[in-house]
Structures are given as structure tokens and as C-alpha cells.
Nanobody, 125 residues
């Protein structure tokens, strides 16, 4: 069983930055595919960024956040972070950390078995 706890959300002005952190317990993060999803009111949950791989790591970013968001893995602290820069009002959503195991983990939320409780990010214009 994997437990995920997010932190770092909040209110920020457009153009500002926030860093989200996801602390994992029950598994070592490098054995998992870790993803950050977000869900805005009335919209589907979407994958924002993903970090996977044990020896050779790989990352994925949604087009809407490329060049602005950076996902990173801190093995010493068993956390996965999402640095969000140049934030826009359309980035406003609840952000969720998720973890999955195995080769079937993809961009679909259904392929992730473990979820955090979510943290609100609000970007004012």
C-alpha cells in the first residue's frame, strides 16, 4: 500500500510560482511511476506531468505546461515535486499526486492505483 500526501498549494498571482510536494510512504518512489494530475471545476482530471523509470528516468509534460512546470524526484526524502512557474489563471485547479506500478501506467487516471487527497492551486489574474 502506498500513501501520498501533497503540500504546497495556495493562491498566487498570474506569473507567479508555486512548488507542490508529494510525500510517499509504503514504497520507494523510484519503483513507481509518479504523476501530477489536476482537475478544474466541470472538467476531467488531466495528467500534467509524469516521472517514471528506475535506472533511466523519463518525464512527460502536458503541452499546456511545457517550459513552465518541472517534475522532479527526491529519492532521499521519497518525494516527488512539481515546480510551477509563470502560472496562469487557467492553471487553477485541484492538483493530485498519483502513483502507479508496472508497465501499464500511462496518461490515464485509471492506470494509477494510489492518490493523494489533492491540494488547491488558485491563480488570480
Amino acid at each position: 500500500q502506498v500513501q501520498l500526501v501533497e503540500s504546497g498549494g495556495g493562491l498566487v498571482q498570474s506569473g507567479g510560482s508555486l512548488k507542490l510536494s508529494c510525500a510517499a510512504s509504503g514504497r520507494i518512489v523510484y519503483r513507481l511511476t509518479m504523476g501530477w494530475f489536476r482537475q478544474a471545476p466541470g472538467k476531467e482530471r488531466e495528467l500534467v506531468a509524469r516521472y517514471s523509470g528506475r535506472i533511466v528516468s523519463s518525464t512527460y509534460y502536458a503541452d499546456s505546461v511545457k517550459e513552465r512546470f518541472t517534475i522532479s524526484r527526491d529519492i532521499a526524502n521519497n518525494t516527488v515535486n512539481l515546480q510551477m512557474n509563470s502560472l496562469k489563471p487557467e492553471d487553477t485547479a485541484v492538483y493530485y499526486c498519483a502513483a502507479g506500478e508496472g508497465y501499464s501506467v500511462s496518461n490515464s487516471p485509471g492506470t494509477y492505483a494510489y492518490w493523494g487527497q489533492g491540494t488547491q492551486v488558485t491563480v488570480s489574474s
